[in-house]
């Protein structure tokens, strides 16, 4: 399989941002441990971040006929990005929603998300193996 997995703002600060909400493993580290896991796997991975909503519409948008599978972390804009909605709907590519944190146990305003209606899921609060499992989620579907 292919893999694309996305990763909206602050991300890119994984291991420096608040690390006792999101962990020490630095963004780096993460997309190390994803693609060895898709290597483990046979699969492949494409790993990508960015602070601006086009960038990431746009990614989404060439994901059909390149990926069988997008893991995304939408980050802030999960909360009010209509336009990554609207992003993921439009494509054939399947879709996990992936936080870091249980979103249902912080702020209120982080406990609703605009994107996962347009995912076959949602993975929160298990760390960064949260990427991983929806990884083996559909490698499992296969």
Known sequence: ?????LNGPNLNLQGRREPGVYGEDSYDDLCAMIQEHAA????????FQSNHEGALIDTIQGADGIYDAIIFNPGAL???SYALHDALKSVRTPCIEV????????EEFRSRSV???AC???ICGLGLKGYLLAMDYFLSEE
């Open 1 to 5: 399989m292919k893999f694309l997995v």
């Open 40 to 47: 483990a796997s046979g699969s492949e991975v494409h790993c």
């Open 78 to 80: 999960t909360h009010y």
């Open 99 to 106: 936080h870091i944190s249980n979103i249902h146990q912080r």
């Open 115 to 117: 994107t996962a209606p």
């Open 120 to 122: 076959v899921g949602q």
